[in-house]
């Protein structure tokens, strides 16, 4: 029972109720202030991550050889979309067999980040998955071709970015430090390959 001439406030039924009044105003405040300011802690994360782009991760593609092109939404909210890798592994086919294979989607996550490093451009695929039967028929005409190569794995890509200078993207790939990165500034349309077998 409270004294009548006030002092404290007993409601048993609160946390608060033992403590005097301008203190449980005190921790009421107290606590008000901590649940702000982890709310703009969380919104200032999602801000640093590009919002909506942190969601939701879009690849753009051209496959030269087949004159076919995409546009999928492959990763939502950090996990993988089963529909996206699907629809990616067919289109980054042995177009010469017209096989497909699971790609890894590490590779994808690569892909995006440079991307969105040149303005969210397309970007133009000249070689994905190979397989081993094309794998071997370009190793009888190039010396290039490695025999174990990645692209028969579903872990490499060759492509470039229209506009984009190529040592540029050589350069982002290898700050990385992904996997494999090569370069041919030579060839009739020159590309670069990004790998996510061992850092070289």
Same mark, same amino acid.
């Given at each position: 029972m409270c004294p009548t001439g006030g002092g404290l406030l007993h409601n048993p039924s609160s946390p608060l109720g033992n403590a005097p009044k301008s203190q449980a105003v005190t921790l009421r405040i107290g606590a008000l202030r901590a649940i702000v300011l982890a709310l703009l802690a969380v919104s200032m994360v999602a801000a640093s991550m590009g919002g909506a782009d942190a969601r939701s991760r879009p690849l753009e593609l051209y496959f030269t050889h087949t004159k076919e092109s995409i546009k999928v939404v492959y990763?939502?909210?950090?996990?993988?979309v089963a529909s996206g890798l699907r629809d990616?592994?067919?289109?980054?086919?042995?177009?010469?067999?017209?096989?497909s294979t699971r790609m890894d989607p590490e590779l994808f996550d690569l892909l995006w980040e440079v991307q969105q490093e040149f303005g969210g451009k397309t970007i133009? !695929?000249?070689?994905?998955y190979r397989s081993p039967a094309t794998n071997s028929m370009l190793r009888r005409r190039s010396r290039g071709v490695a025999r174990n190569s990645q692209h028969m794995a579903g872990r490499? !890509?060759?492509f470039f970015i229209p506009g984009a200078n190529i040592a540029n993207v050589r350069r982002e790939g290898m700050k990385r430090q992904v996997?494999?990165?090569?370069?041919y500034p030579r060839s009739r349309s020159p590309f670069v390959h990004f790998d996510?077998?061992?850092v070289r």
């Open positions: 990763k939502r909210n950090g996990k993988y990616l592994n067919r289109f980054l086919r042995d177009w010469r067999r017209n096989e133009h !695929i000249v070689s994905a490499a !890509i060759d996997g494999g990165v090569g370069y996510t077998g061992r």
